[in-house]
T-cell receptor
Framework: EAGVAQSPRYKIIEKRQSVAFWCNPI?????LYWYQQILGQGPKLLIQFQNNGVVDDSQLPKDRFSAERLKGVDSTLKIQPAKLEDSAVYLC??????????FGPGTRLTVL | DAKTTQPTSMDCAEGRAANLPCNHS???????VYWYRQIHSQGPQYIIHGLKNNETNEMASLIITEDRKSSTLILPHATLRDTAVYYC??????????????FGQGTILTVHP
C-alpha cells in the first residue's frame, strides 16, 4: 500500500511569512497526526484528527498554527506568521488501529 | 502517560544481537510499551508493542519484565541499516488518549561493521 505522502519536502521562508504543508494519509486510516521535530529532539504531537474532527490540539500554538482535515482525508498545517523557532521537520502520520502509526517523510522548514 | 528512561547511545557489532533497554517504572496497568525507530532523515517507523507478554515479529523481540517496570528491545542480528534512534514509548490505548505517542530523546544505536 502507498505510504503517507507529504509536500513540500523542503521549504525556506523568512520570519513573519506564511507557509502551508500538505499531507495525504494512507487510504482508510481514520486518524491523522501532525508532529513537530526540532533538531536533536523527538517528535512532538501538535494535533490529532479522528476523521475530520480534532481529538487533541493541546500542544498546537493556536496563535500562529492552524490545521484542518476537510472531508476526513487530506490535511493541511499552516503557520502564520512564522518565527525563527518554528524551524523544524513537520511530520504527518496516520493510523487505523492501536498505536501503530505510519509516518511520512516530513517537511523540513527553515525560517530565516 | 508514564515517562521512560533510555540510554543516550549504544554501539553494536554487525551480525550481533542489539539489546536496547528501557525503564518505565511508573507504567500503569492499561499502558502499552511501544518501540519506534527513526533512521536519519526519515519519519519514525513502528517496530513492535506489548502489554505484559513478550512479543516477537519479523523485525524484533520485546521482552517486558514481570513487574512491567522495564523492557528490552532485541534486534537479533543487527545490520548497518539498523543504525537509528530508537524510541521507547509508554501509551494508553482507548479513550481520548488513543493513539497519542510522547517521544523522548531515544537511544542512538550505531551498528559497526
Amino acid at each position: 500500500e502507498a505510504g503517507v505522502a507529504q509536500s513540500p519536502r523542503y521549504k525556506i521562508i523568512e520570519k513573519r511569512q506564511s507557509v502551508a504543508f500538505w499531507c495525504n494519509p494512507i487510504s482508510g486510516h481514520a486518524t491523522l497526526y501532525w508532529y513537530q521535530q526540532i533538531l536533536g529532539q523527538g517528535p512532538k504531537l501538535l494535533i490529532q484528527f479522528q476523521n475530520n474532527g480534532v481529538v487533541d490540539d493541546s500542544q498546537l500554538p493556536k496563535d500562529r498554527f492552524s490545521a484542518e482535515r476537510l472531508k476526513g482525508v487530506d490535511s493541511t498545517l499552516k503557520i502564520q506568521p512564522a518565527k525563527l523557532e518554528d524551524s523544524a521537520v513537520y511530520l504527518c502520520a496516520s493510523s487505523r488501529k492501536d498505536n501503530e502509526q505510519f509516518f511520512g517523510p516530513g517537511t523540513r522548514l527553515t525560517v530565516l | 502517560d508514564a515517562k521512560t528512561t533510555q540510554p543516550t547511545s549504544m554501539d553494536c557489532a554487525e551480525g550481533r544481537a542489539a539489546n536496547l533497554p528501557c525503564n518505565h517504572s511508573t507504567i500503569s496497568g492499561n499502558e502499552y510499551v511501544y518501540w519506534y525507530r527513526q533512521i536519519h532523515s526519515q519519519g519514525p517507523q513502528y517496530i513492535i508493542h506489548g502489554l505484559k507478554n513478550n512479543e516477537t515479529n519479523e523485525m524484533a523481540s520485546l521482552i517486558i519484565t514481570e513487574d512491567r517496570k522495564s523492557s528490552t528491545l532485541i534486534l537479533p542480528h543487527a545490520t548497518l541499516r539498523d543504525t537509528a534512534v530508537y524510541y521507547c514509548i509508554v501509551s494508553k490505548a482507548g479513550g481520548t488518549s488513543y493513539g497519542k505517542l510522547t517521544f523522548g530523546q531515544g537511544t542512538i544505536l550505531t551498528v559497526h561493521p
